[in-house]
């Protein structure tokens, strides 16, 4: 017991040179910095801890794993991170939040598993875990805080919870061998950059609940090929579908009224698109223009680009305005 500073059931510090330690019976809380930049391998904790604190176990740079108690319910901010040997996380059944930063920068991180019970995953939670293979997440998630799970880079599986209201800001950028995701009916907001740089992303399915799609929320998306815009969206915004190369099809329902500048820069691949007479407002360099990344210069008209809609109508407008080929349909 001398190698813990223990007080009213809270462990302030861990002072051992041990590198497998088993915490005592009785142990409430793990407190701010208790292990941080120990060179603990291995912690079991007992079913008397009902909280992990900030910064617990943060920097531990050989913390391989831990064993969570089922009393466990709430991990703290950055309590683990940059343990950049951690390489699987079990969390108990009772867990009802994971803090903002809690695994960020665990490097080596390859599987965790996230239990029925979590309702929130917090800010950053688990940026930068590079070896993270799928992201699943239980339905009683209801906030997934913003860069939850970004730059998680060999990340191919993606299941959210079917209980979110939005995908937030930045949420999965970077994560580039993510190769499909359905968002669940229920979600209305999809934030700025939520999938920005998935170079993978083949495919995604949009509820018919969705009814903003912030900028950039599937720029630089290069791999994808088509997608269907819901009828409860009514603005495309900036670089929504911005350098989305392999684009061939998008699909505009009659209630967008507006599409913003540089909505669909650079699709190549997006020869020719129907617009419907909703809209009321189409943006600089939204459609037909892509840029020569060679010479980098750009935006330049793209020659073969085919513009339908209705006569009179702001496509016929813009087709004409910028030297595009209109159809009446």
Known sequence: MRDFKIENGKLIKYNGKDQFVVVPEGVKSIEFEAFAHTGVIGV????????????????????????????LKKLGYAAFEECERLLEVDLPPGLTEIGDNAFHGCLNLERVSIPEGVTKIGYMSFVKCQKLKEIVLPDSVVEM??????????????????????????????????????????????????????????????????TTIENRAFSYCCSLESIVIPRGVTKIETETLGLCTSLKSVSIPDTVTRIEKFAMIDCKNL??????????????YALGYYIDQERKSGPDP????????????????????????????
Do not use: H
Request: aromatic share 10%; with cysteine; charged share 25%.
């Open 44 to 71: 079991v904790l007992p079913d008397s801890v009902e909280e992990i604190g900030m910064q617990a176990f943060s920097r531990c740079p050989d913390l391989v794993r831990v064993e969570f108690p089922p009393t």
């Open 145 to 210: 805080r913003p860069y939850a799970f970004a730059w998680c880079k060999s990340a191919r599986k993606v299941r959210l919870s079917n209980n979110l209201n939005a995908i937030e800001k930045v949420a999965f950028w970077n994560c580039p061998a993510i190769e499909s995701v359905e968002i669940p009916n229920g979600v209305t907001e999809i934030k700025e950059g939520a999938f920005t740089y998935c170079k993978a992303m083949k495919s995604v399915f949009l509820p018919d609940t969705l």
């Open 271 to 284: 020869t020719e698109i129907t617009i419907p007479p909703s809209l009321e407002s189409i943006g600089e």
């Open 302 to 329: 793209m020659t073969d680009f085919i513009i339908r809609g209705g006569k009179g109508t702001e496509a016929e407008r813009y087709a004409k305005d910028n030297g595009f080929t209109f159809k009446e349909i």
